[in-house]
């Protein structure tokens, strides 16, 4: 069992964090907003504390999961940040979905101080984190790796090491790009079955046996039929992550036009209001009419 740390205890972190002190690690959290972390403390036990630092103190692993550049860094590099705090040899963990660019960053100032860094960004959502069957793709030094796999194995099904440090972001990049594009074929899908007088539900029952199946249209084709759009990942949280996308397709020359555009779409159902809906809601903006 390893002294851990988990900085951000949100709707993924509060239970991956729930998971680690269920399997017997001494856990202790750090949440911007202390009422979470107290909120974590009645249900799970374990410790909290006020910094990130603190929280840092003597763990073995930190780990990290909070919501953008910007607050990986505070969490690291800032005031009262968890790199200062950690002992030598100890393993931070980001499984924030952030850039490749930060990540490489953090690596070299973990080196700097004797730290192993892993980016190690996550797919399959709440659900994935409360049943702890999610995936992970990691990226860094083999050694800071290993340390951490077994660890990470308490709240994942799925964990690989892609490379040095920046691959773990760059593979969630690939996973992101491509569920942009399935959710928006689906919702064209539903969307032209309806207007042809289908029962929409028999069409995703006879089709997802065939080449068309994906994760997307077993797990979202109901919501989408019934306007449910509280069930997943939200609008906001998937355009911070296809900007991080594009800006890295600029920099490295790929070409992403489907993704560009879905990223406008996902502006229009924020222009809706739906900025918390789950992505699933990409049907709601053709249901309105858009650009017909």
């Known amino acids: 069992m390893a002294r851990v740390a988990f900085l951000g205890l949100g709707v993924m972190g509060f239970p991956m964090a729930g998971h680690l002190k269920k ?7 750090y ?15 374990g410790r909290s504390a006020p910094t990130p630092g603190g929280a840092a103190q003597g763990a073995e692993i930190v ?12 969490v690291t590099l800032g005031s009262g940040g968890a790199f200062a705090s950690m002992e030598r040899s100890a393993v931070f963990v980001d499984h924030t979905t952030a850039s490749a660019s930060l990540a490489r960053e953090l690596d070299a100032a973990a080196r700097e101080r004797g730290l192993g860094f892993v980016d190690a960004p996550v797919s399959g959502g709440q659900a994935g984190a409360e049943k702890g069957i999610l995936t992970v793709m990691a990226g860094g ?3 800071a790796y290993r340390v951490a ?3 990470i194995g308490v709240y994942a099904r799925a964990v690989r090491l892609m490379g040095p440090a920046g691959s773990g972001q760059l593979t969630k990049m690939v996973n992101q790009i491509c569920i942009a594009g399935l959710v928006q ?8 079955a309806k207007k042809a007088g289908l029962d929409a539900a028999a069409v995703i029952d006879v089709i997802s046996k065939g080449a068309a199946q994906s994760w997307q249209m077993e797990n979202r084709y ?5 306007g449910a759009f509280d069930h997943g990942f939200a609008v906001d949280w998937m355009r911070k992550d296809l900007g991080i996308c594009l800006d890295e397709a600029r920099a490295n020359g790929a070409h992403l036009p489907v993704t560009a555009l879905v990223d406008q779409f996902y502006s229009e159902v924020q222009a809706m209001g739906g900025g ?7 049907i709601a903006r053709l249901q309105r009419g858009a650009g017909t």
């Open 63 to 74: 780990f990290a999961c909070v919501g953008n550049d910007a607050d990986v860094r505070e």
């Open 185 to 192: 074929a689906l919702a064209e899908g539903l969307e032209f």
């Open 222 to 226: 109901r919501t989408m039929i019934d």
């Open 141 to 143: 030094e083999e050694a």
């Open 149 to 151: 796999e077994p660890v």
């Open 23 to 29: 399997a017997g690690h001494e856990v202790t959290v």
């Open 276 to 282: 918390r809906w789950d992505t699933s809601s990409l």
């Open 31 to 45: 949440n911007r907003t202390s009422a979470k972390a107290e909120a974590w403390v009645r249900e799970y036990g």
